[in-house]
């Protein structure tokens, strides 16, 4: 059933509508409830794919499921509808405004009947997809904070890494912060790359979302076999920045086990041909974040290499 | 003594010419006063306001009028990058660099930026951001400064050194604790900023007004041995205290009051015009006596934009 999450009216005859499909069955006051939530930043795609996956898997073995699961696919419509990262007309980062306000901006407004909405719930599921410049293999971020909370949730969900963060204050101005400090368990994924869909990520993340409906006794049916996440906090993950500027062309695979001293790729001088920088691994570990889009600045990330602690 | 002027940050890019953020340094000794302008690429208002300062106290400084002992900084403009090509945000990822403080040396191009601009000003004993507001309207003059835990006693005191009508006090919320204000006030500068009317248009009378309330403070402070008329006296309040008016509906606004503006309780504000149909849809009066402080100044308005900030008599 398609509900509205927060409405609008925008200058010229139409609104901002917010919507979510709510996929329930054997409510009762004990049922659990499930929000898969994405499309905070208009950019990242990958969510979309697995809403609707998700919403043609539960809807059509419907009997097998037990409780609610709501599905979000656009927290910024507006956002989506014109391929821009941020809060069209508010130039702002969406998920840098929450909780909201309902005396606030339209943008705060809308952050504050989400929240509204979302509050209560089981479990929410906030789905990111990096950004156009770096690919991420499909991962949780969980704040220092959470982690205790959310670790037991986080491993079922078929991600390749969980990262435990420093929590910053300016996070606090999240939609996970905020739900989870309201004591509704939120966890945020990153996976795939900014304005593409990686269908073989979206996949494993539905195999882990059932998988976790599964554990929480809300799905009935068969679930695959999920992975065992690689876990670290933020001294297990190795930066590398450019400090030159050209073009980046890697020499290793997204996800790809690398070990010190191998090199990630070279940046590259198109006026001179010359190579200004080789990126060397500064660690072992599993090259969990890799630069998509080629052009680089000095200071531009090009990947991230989550440590074993070997080398 | 003369002028000196350094690069004090420089960042390579692949296609253009290093950006180099130039800073103008005045008298010498203490690091004393330290003056940011433009940080955003429509923050042309805040450079030229810089920009009249560093023409200002160069004559200051040929006439010996800068005190023993004190050095203040310019830095007209960090992001000139984006100011030539149009955009607000940083060009490649459009990152806000006031969104970025205090910065962190390895990180990415923005972070850099920011880091680097921070470590060459953070130890200055009062600095000066020539701000710009998200809001698209017009303010009256004013002085702001982030209600921290370090040094504010004093920071609240030294707002009505500026000559503007009006001070403010803001609490920060968790998306501040990443402007350069606040970081500056957390590092222990008294940190102040500093909104002129306009953003992108450099008037007159608003340039001017931001160049003597900067050039008050640094005489109030004794860095200069210069005169100046003594300016506004300034009411100090918390931004708390200032009444929001806000849209319940969408469409056409067409005003009826401006800033600077007295209004009376009840009086027409502004009416919401049916875009189509030309009918009125509603209107908006005011809900207290005060001054209009803020005024929204595009024509077409959503539900819940903030049209009028009114400050209560
Ligand atoms: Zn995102």
């Known amino acids: 059933m398609i509900k509205h999450v927060s409405i609008a009216a925008l200058p010229v005859t139409e609104s901002l509508v917010i919507q979510k499909n709510r996929i329930e069955n054997n409510v009762s006051p004990e049922s659990k409830r499930v929000c898969i939530v994405t499309g905070t930043h208009g950019d990242e795609l990958e969510g979309q794919y697995v809403c609707a996956h998700l919403v043609k898997l539960l809807n059509s073995e419907k009997q097998k499921l037990s409780g609610i699961v709501d599905i979000y696919p656009a927290l910024n419509p507006l956002g989506i509808d014109s391929v821009t990262r941020g809060f069209p007309l508010f130039d702002l980062d969406m998920n840098r405004i929450f909780p909201g306000s309902p005396t606030g901006s339209l943008a705060e407004a809308a952050a504050f009947d989400i929240v509204r909405d979302i509050e209560g719930a089981d479990i929410c599921i906030d789905i990111h997809s990096s950004n156009i410049f770096l690919r991420e293999i499909p991962q949780i971020r969980v704040s220092e904070q959470t982690q205790a909370e959310l670790l037991p949730y986080a491993a079922m969900l078929n991600v390749d890494i969980i990262w435990i963060h420093a929590a910053a204050t300016v996070l606090e101005s999240t939609l996970a912060h905020t739900l989870n400090m309201r004591g509704t368990k939120t966890l945020v994924v990153e996976m795939g790359v900014g304005m593409r869909i990686t269908e073989s990520y979206c996949t494993q993340l539905i195999d882990g979302i059932m998988n976790l409906l599964h554990g929480l006794d809300m799905w009935s049916g068969d679930v695959q076999h999920v992975r065992a996440p690689i876990v670290s906090k933020d001294h297990g993950v190795g930066f590398l920045n450019s400090d030159a500027a050209g073009i980046f062309i890697p020499s290793v695979t997204h996800g790809d086990y690398v070990h010190t001293g191998d090199v990630i790729g070279r940046v590259l001088d198109p006026l001179t041909g010359s190579i200004v920088e080789s990126a060397i691994s500064p660690c072992n570990g ?22 074993d602690g070997n080398g | 003594m003369e002028m000196v002027k350094n690069i004090i940050y420089s960042i390579k890019s692949p296609y253009r ?25 429509n923050e042309i208002q805040q450079m030229a306001i810089c920009a009249q300062l560093v023409n200002t106290l160069k004559n200051i400084e040929e006439k010996g009028c800068i005190a023993e002992n004190k050095s203040i900084m310019i830095i007209p403009c960090a992001n000139y990058y984006s100011m030539n090509i149009g955009k607000r945000f940083w060009t490649m990822d459009n990152t806000d660099i006031n969104r970025m403080f205090p910065g962190y040396e390895l990180g990415e191009t923005t972070q850099r930026i920011a880091d680097g601009l921070f470590k060459s000003i953070r130890d200055y004993v009062f600095g000066i951001q020539m701000a710009s507001f998200y809001q698209e309207g017009k303010f009256l003059p004013h002085v702001k400064v982030m209600d921290t835990s370090s040094g504010k006693e004093a920071a609240y005191e030294s707002l009505s050194d500026f000559g503007l009508p009006y001070g403010l006090i803001r609490k920060p919320i968790p998306y501040d604790t990443t402007t350069l204000n606040y970081n500056w006030q957390i590092w222990g500068c008294q940190a102040f900023s500093l909104f002129a009317t306009y953003t992108e248009h450099i008037g007159g009378q608003s340039t001017q007004a931001a160049v003597n309330a900067t050039l008050r403070f640094l005489i109030a402070k004794g860095m200069l041995k210069w005169s100046l008329h003594p300016g506004l006296h300034t009411r100090i309040l918390n931004e708390d205290n200032i009444w929001r008016i806000s849209t319940s509906r969408a469409g056409i606004l067409k005003k009826y009051a401006s800033i600077e503006d007295e209004v009376r309780e009840g009086d027409l504000l502004c009416e919401i015009i049916h875009p189509l149909e030309g ?23 959503m539900e819940h934009t903030d049209i009028f900030n009114i400050i209560p008599f």
């Open chain 2, 279 to 301: 009918s009125t849809i509603d209107k908006v009066v005011s809900p207290i006596d005060g001054i209009v402080f803020f005024s929204y100044n595009k024509q077409l308005v």
């Open chain 2, 17 to 41: 010419q290093s950006l180099d953020i130039i800073g103008y340094t005045f008298g010498s000794g203490e690091p004393s006063c330290c003056i940011v302008g433009a940080l955003r690429g």
């Open chain 1, 286 to 307: 599993i090259l969990f974040t890799l630069r998509e889009y080629p052009v680089v600045f000095g200071g531009s990330l090009l990947a991230r290499i989550m440590g």
